[in-house]
């Protein structure tokens, strides 16, 4: 329920204790008075003052992502992802912080399967408008993860961080002892056939060492499995796919519009790496 979520936040401004005040319109509020109103969609704003200055994915790029996720092309990495998660989540009142929600579909199948407390967080105001209506039960919150996250020491069983930024500081600080943070991100190949269609960026070599590497201060590595997803896509569907990316930023009308018009089906192969996190 979304009050046992508002149990663990904590006001941006002061690191008081929020309240959730169910009025004409729900607030949360700490006792020095810091007030955040819910969006008409259900998500809350917490962010004061200026985000990390980056290129947002616009409304039309978080469509194009509700679109393909929502089609479920992506729905065995979610019960993945849910699966590795609900070793941890366990607790009665378990909860789980999804960095980076985006559209929320990842939460929503980690709630559905475990029936654990969700925070979604994400700097964009588009994509929280989607998230919150598939996860209204979670608390919702416009937030940067590269600022100390509004959430209570040792409150989170689970920290899941899907193609999103990672403050490995911050996750530690949340997780409790024993908590698991769970990271997905693309392996070399991923949807290798049609990356050079679309200008979508080539996976690195060497980057699961450097996500390691990049743990290591606060995590001891854990599991971690390779998950390939053959799909076969229309057309517009890889139009959404290509725009959906961080290369969506750089697209053109026209390129786009030439994708949505290939002859399908498109094969591809999606290529993930879910690794596992505890924290040290
Ligand atoms: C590639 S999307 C992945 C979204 C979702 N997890 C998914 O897989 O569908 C990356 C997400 O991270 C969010 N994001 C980027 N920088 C962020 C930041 N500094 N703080 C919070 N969210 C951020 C973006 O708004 C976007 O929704
Ligand atoms: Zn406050």
């Not at 290591?216 to 139009?239: C, H, I, Q």
């Not at 786009?256 to 094969?267: Q, R, S």
Request: one cysteine or more; a negative charge; proline letters at 5%.
């Amino acid at each position: 329920m979304l009050s046992d979520a508002v149990a663990a936040l904590r006001c941006p401004v002061c690191q008081g204790a929020l309240q959730l005040c169910e009025g004409r319109q729900q607030t949360l509020a700490c006792e020095a008075g810091h007030l955040f109103d819910a969006a008409k969609q259900g998500y809350f704003n917490l962010l004061t003052g200026k985000g990390t200055v980056f290129e947002a994915d616009s409304a039309e790029m978080v469509a194009a992502r509700y679109r393909f996720l929502d089609a479920g092309h992506y729905s065995a990495l979610a019960v993945a992802v849910a699966e590795a998660a609900a070793g941890s989540l366990q607790r009665p009142d378990a909860l789980v912080l999804d960095a980076g929600t985006g559209t929320g579909h990842y939460l929503q199948t980690v709630l559905e399967r475990s029936g654990a407390t969700g925070i979604g967080m994400d700097i964009s105001k588009f994509a929280l408008r989607r998230a919150a209506r598939l996860n209204p039960q979670a608390a919702n919150l416009v937030w940067d993860i590269w600022r100390p996250l509004p959430i209570a020491d040792n409150t989170a069983d689970v920290v899941t961080v899907v193609f999103a930024p990672r403050n490995p500081a911050e996750f530690a600080r949340v997780l409790r002892p024993g908590g698991s943070l769970i990271v997905v991100t693309p392996r070399q190949g991923h949807l290798a056939e049609i990356a050079a269609r679309t200008g979508m960026l080539g996976i690195e070599e060497g980057k699961e060492d450097r996500l390691v590497d990049s743990m290591r201060k606060y995590f001891n590595p854990g599991t971690s499995k390779s998950l390939d997803l053959p799909l076969m896509l229309s057309g517009s569907e890889v139009a959404d796919l290509a725009y959906m990316g961080p290369a969506g930023h750089h697209l053109k009308r026209e390129e786009l519009a030439e994708m949505a018009a290939l002859e399908g089906p498109v094969a591809a192969t999606a290529k993930f790496r879910i690794s596992e996190f505890a924290v040290s």
